[in-house]
Nanobody
């Protein structure tokens, strides 16, 4: 059974930083591509970043230069370091697992990030 558990969200002022974590159980973590998505109420969930099994990374234009994705295969965990946070980064953040060609439809409970003064 696949389980994804996100953590690390919270309330932060604009310009601040947070580091999100997602720990995955089930399967061989190192073999999978991992991604971060976010969702605001009333809007579709949007892709934020991803890291391949070989640690190639990609970012949405809206977060490029501010967010950094990384992974620790020994801990079955993917991270999202978020710097210079903006109010528009406020959302529930989710991680997702996928193969090279397709994302899986397993989701965790998400972690709330609120950027506000």
């Amino acid at each position: 059974q696949v389980q994804l558990v996100e953590s690390g969200g919270g309330l932060v002022q604009p310009g601040g930083s947070l580091r999100l974590s997602c720990t995955v159980s089930g399967g061989i973590f190192s073999a999978y591509r991992m991604g971060w998505y976010r969702q605001v109420p009333g809007k579709q969930r949007e892709w934020v970043s991803q890291i391949s099994s070989s640690e190639n990374t990609r970012y949405a234009d809206s977060v490029k230069g501010r967010f950094t994705i990384s992974r620790d295969n020994a801990k079955n965990t993917v991270y999202l370091q978020m710097n210079v946070l903006k109010p528009e980064d406020t959302a529930v953040y989710y991680c997702r697992r996928g193969t090279q060609f397709q994302w899986e439809d397993y989701w965790g409970q998400g972690t709330q990030v609120t950027v506000s003064s």
